[in-house]
């Protein structure tokens, strides 16, 4: 049911999937924290069955390794310890940022704070260097983080910058500002730290296309957004994102909307192909989480071919 959305030239099957030394396949993905899955985010049609971490955390990682990902960027992560373990089996090493003030601290039974992680392939990368970040809005931290790793392809010596973040959430004039000031923190500690290499910036931005911080990001350095470059050129990028990115049924209502994106040096790579996601028909009435699909938000899966080197 997995599909790759083809461009350019054509990727292999992901199933056996072994990427090329000048190209890395990532894969953004905001995991549902365990503690909020089950205790704060109310989602009215997911059985209790289905969010058992005894059940789901198989789901998980069943969903991240049949991609053969080389880098792994999630958010709300508060098992990193077990996915540190079970990745590390699969040839990945990890990183973890917490979330200063993280929401889990406050339910009961929590598996301690949520934040964002990067993985990547060991024998494909050396970590240059990890920097973490709590997001700050008009100089004042905010409980929002960013991780980011410097990898060097080992067979090329070709460096990539990757950063994921988790951006403040909820909806209104006031967050959609505070989203925009983080993104633009989030900016300068990108052009601290990533120096001119290329960047892959992806995460859970908590923000749709039409929010100032969309436009922001794509206005700085050179990035693009992956999924809306897979898309009909004569449009803007924010009228070339997909329908959603994330799909459930709260007890307040039903949510399906884009707000989880890639952003990539457009100078300096190609999308070569990007995962399609499930349609409504896959997922089922009920939307997601449910037992095939472990997260609200739905993984999105990039493949780039590195140019100019
Ligand atoms: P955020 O606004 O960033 O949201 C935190 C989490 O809530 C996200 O993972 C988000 O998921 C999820 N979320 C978004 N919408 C909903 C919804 N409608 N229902 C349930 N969950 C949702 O919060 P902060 O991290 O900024 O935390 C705010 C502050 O609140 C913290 O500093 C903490 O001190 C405080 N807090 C206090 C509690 C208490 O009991 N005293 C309880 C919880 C928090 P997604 O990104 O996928 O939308
Ligand atoms: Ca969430």
Not at 70 to 82: A, P, T
Not at 177 to 196: A, H, P, S, V
Not at 276 to 297: A, T
Request: aromatic residues 12%; hydrophobic residues 35%.
């Amino acid at each position: 049911s997995a599909n790759f959305h083809k461009l350019n030239s054509v990727s292999k099957a992901y199933s056996d999937y072994v990427s090329g030394a000048y190209n890395v396949r990532i894969l953004q993905w905001n995991i549902l924290s365990q503690a909020l899955g089950v205790m704060n985010d109310n989602f009215a049609r997911c059985p209790d069955s289905a969010l058992d971490w005894n059940f789901r955390r198989y789901r998980i990682v069943e969903e991240i390794v049949q991609y053969c990902p080389d880098v792994i960027c999630l958010q709300e992560v508060d098992h990193f310890n077990f996915l540190k373990h079970v990745l590390g089996t699969q040839g990945y090493e990890g990183m973890f940022f917490p979330k200063p003030d993280s929401p889990c601290f406050y339910i009961e039974g929590n598996n301690g704070p949520d934040g964002c992680a990067i993985f990547y392939r060991k024998n494909k990368f050396d970590l240059v260097k990890n920097e973490n970040k709590v997001l700050e809005i008009w100089r004042i931290q905010s409980n929002q983080v960013a991780v980011m790793a410097v990898l060097r392809i080992r067979e090329t010596g070709q460096e990539v910058c990757v950063v994921t973040t988790h951006l403040k959430a909820r909806e209104g004039a006031l967050l959609s500002t505070l989203r925009n000031e983080q993104g633009k923190d989030l900016l300068q500690f990108i052009g601290y730290n990533c120096g001119n290499r290329p960047i892959i910036l992806c995460g859970d931005f908590n923000a749709e296309p039409t929010e100032p911080v969309y436009e922001t990001i794509l206005n700085s350095m050179d990035f693009s957004s992956a999924y809306a470059s897979c898309n009909v050129a004569d449009l803007r990028s924010a009228d070339r994102e997909p329908p959603y990115t994330t799909w459930k049924i709260r007890e307040e209502g039903e949510v399906c909307h884009t707000i989880d994106y890639i952003f990539y040096s457009r100078d300096a790579m190609e999308v070569e192909a990007v995962l399609d996601f499930p349609s409504g028909e896959d997922i089922g009435q009920d939307r997601v989480p449910s037992y095939l699909y472990p997260s609200d938000h739905f993984s999105l899966v990039c493949d780039f071919r590195l140019t100019n080197t």
